[in-house]
C-alpha cells in the first residue's frame, strides 16, 4: 500500500501540469453540479473557467515557481537541463503568472483574458522549445517531452476555448 501511494504521489507530482488540470476540472463539476438549477450554459462556462483558471494557472504555476526556486537541481535534471541561473528566472516569472492567475479566477472577464493570453504565450513558446530539444538535443527527458509538451498545448487551447464561450455567451447574471 505505501509503494501506490509513493508512485502515486510521484506519478501526479512528476506530472503537476495535467494533475492541476485534471483537478480544476474535478472541482469545476462538483461546483456546476452545487450550482441552483436550472443549469444555463453560461453557469458551466463560468465554473469551468474559473477553476480552470485557478488550477492549470494559478496553483501549476505557483508550485513551478517552488520547483524552479527551490529545487532547482532536481527541476533542471527532471527536464534534461543543467543546472543554472535562469532556474530563478523561469521561477519567478512562473509566481508572477500564478499571482495573476489568482486574481483572475474569479475576476472580470479581461483580467481572466490577460491570466489565459499570458500563460498561452509562455506555454506554447515552451512547447516549440520542447519540440526544438527533442529534435536537435534529442532531449527526451520527462519534463520535456513527456506530459507537460503535452499540457504545454492542451492548458492554452482550454482557456482560449473558455473564454470564446465566455465571450460569446456571457457570465451568469447575479
Given at each position: 500500500m505505501a509503494e501506490l501511494i509513493k508512485t502515486s504521489l510521484i506519478f501526479v507530482l512528476s506530472n503537476f501540469s495535467l494533475s492541476f488540470l485534471v483537478l480544476g476540472g474535478v472541482v469545476?463539476?462538483?461546483a456546476?453540479?452545487?450550482a441552483p438549477g436550472p443549469l444555463r450554459r453560461e453557469v458551466v462556462v463560468e465554473k469551468l473557467l474559473a477553476w480552470h483558471v485557478f488550477f492549470a494557472i494559478g496553483v501549476a504555476y505557483l508550485y513551478n515557481f517552488v520547483c524552479h526556486v527551490f529545487f532547482g537541481q532536481f527541476t533542471a535534471a527532471f527536464i534534461?537541463?543543467?543546472?543554472s541561473p535562469f532556474q530563478l528566472e523561469v521561477g519567478t516569472a512562473s509566481l508572477g503568472f500564478a499571482?495573476?492567475?489568482f486574481l483572475a479566477a474569479f475576476g472580470s472577464f479581461d483580467l481572466r483574458l490577460a491570466a489565459v493570453i499570458g500563460s498561452a504565450a509562455f506555454l506554447l513558446g515552451a512547447a516549440?522549445?520542447?519540440v526544438y530539444q527533442m529534435a536537435m538535443a534529442h532531449n527526451f527527458a520527462p519534463g520535456n517531452a513527456g506530459t507537460i509538451f503535452y499540457t504545454d498545448i492542451a492548458i492554452p487551447l482550454i482557456g482560449l476555448g473558455l473564454l470564446w464561450l465566455q465571450k460569446r455567451w456571457g457570465r451568469p447574471q447575479a
Open positions: 469545476a463539476l462538483a456546476i453540479a452545487r534534461g537541463w543543467a543546472q499571482i495573476v492567475g516549440a522549445g520542447h
